[in-house]
């Protein structure tokens, strides 16, 4: 199933899912932070399935779209910088890294920095300054405060890429897919 017509076929499905997911921020209160998280996770069976290397294709194109076409561009910030790619970059990073603590560390410093960059666009280049403002008094501090439940969510969301990796591979394809661990 590794042929380029499968892969485009499949590439083009998962990039169409994930921005639908992406135009849903739009409608949908509070879906700024869901929507990236869920279409970052539909990567994981393009990269189980066709490969990392398609699975950052359509992520690059997915993030290009959302940037130019998703009503919310702090979730196509979110998608770009962090969401999009770590569902693949993860599987990466538990093969290259062996010490359990040094391999957490690294991700939480990748997630730290690239959100505190995209952030730093949001408030910069796309000239939302006041993005922080809308907390009040609170304003101030918020921006930590914001980082620090940031960094309770990564630690859900890694568990959770992992164990949904684990059921794609040791549950979904072989199910349905009639492929991979019996």
Do not use: W
């Not at 950052?56 to 790619?85: D, H």
């Amino acid at each position: 199933m590794k042929h380029k017509s499968s892969q485009v076929a499949i590439g083009g499905m998962a990039s169409g899912l994930c921005l639908l997911l992406m135009f849903l921020t739009g409608m949908i209160p509070f879906s700024e932070y869901a929507c990236p998280t869920f279409a970052g996770l539909v990567l994981i069976a393009v990269a189980e399935e066709m490969g990392r290397k398609t699975a950052f294709i359509v992520y690059g194109a997915t993030s290009l779209l959302s940037l130019l076409l998703a009503p919310s561009k702090e979730a196509a910030i979110l998608f770009v910088f962090f969401f999009g790619y770590y569902p693949v970059l993860r599987t990466v990073l538990e093969q290259r890294i062996g010490a359990k603590p040094i391999r957490f560390g690294a991700k939480l410093l990748l997630f730290n920095v690239m959100i505190v960059l995209g952030y730093l666009v949001v408030i910069n280049v796309l000239g939302i300054p006041d993005i922080l403002e809308e907390f009040g008094s609170f304003g101030k501090y918020s921006a930590l405060v914001l980082l620090l439940f940031g960094n309770v969510f990564f630690v859900v969301y890694d568990y959770t890429v992992g164990n949904l990796t684990e059921v794609y591979r040791d549950y979904f394809a072989p199910k349905f897919l009639r492929r991979g661990r019996r």
